[in-house]
């Protein structure tokens, strides 16, 4: 009986852990999508180099990344600074992983980041691009999860309450 039990639970908590982790990279995908989404944009628009418009995309992902993580912190009374080191302890590695992967797919495909605003190409890409980078960060999360750091850190330090703003 004793042993089912045990069982029981380890499934729940590593079921736990996947959710939480999915639940992680979603948020985390959802500010890299709109930071990279406008750095390309912009980039593109105003015909910056490749190089130039990457490194206005991946900025742009970390500034709005760590935006949507600092939120319920500044919500939950956590100071600023305090929220922000927090967010970056959190969320450094899943977004650079993120942002790793989706730049590498976005210069694979052939002629996605010479793409302009209005061919198709860009609009295939991107979404392509920023799901390999969410299957690409999902172990990540999952694995710092389970050494409780990576969103846990954000999720402890509100009280362990899960805002719906994720």
């Known amino acids: 009986m004793e042993h089912s ?3 029981h639970h380890h499934d729940h908590a590593a079921r ?3 959710t939480m982790a999915v639940s992680a990279t979603l948020h985390c995908l959802t ?5 990279e989404v406008l750095g390309l944009v912009t980039g593109t628009a105003f015909g910056l180099s ?40 959190a969320d450094t590695l899943s977004i650079a992983t993120m942002e790793i992967i989706d730049t590498v797919v976005m210069f694979t495909i052939p002629n996605a980041m010479h793409a302009g ?30 050494k409780n750091k990576g ?8 009280g362990g309450h899960h805002h719906g703003s994720h």
């Open 50 to 89: 490749n190089f130039i418009t990457t490194l206005l995309a991946v900025g742009l992902a970390f500034v709005f990344g760590f935006g949507l993580s600092t939120l319920p912190l500044l919500k939950a009374g956590i100071k600023f600074g305090a929220a922000l080191s927090l967010v970056a302890a």
């Open 117 to 146: 605003l209005t061919d198709p190409l860009f609009w295939i890409s991107m979404p392509i691009a920023l799901t390999a980078a969410f299957f690409a960060a999902l172990p990540v999360n999952s694995y710092l999860i389970k």
């Open 5 to 7: 039990h045990h069982e």
């Open 31 to 35: 500010g890299c999508a709109i930071g």
């Open 151 to 158: 969103h846990m850190i954000t999720m402890n330090a509100v």
């Open 16 to 18: 736990d852990n996947k």
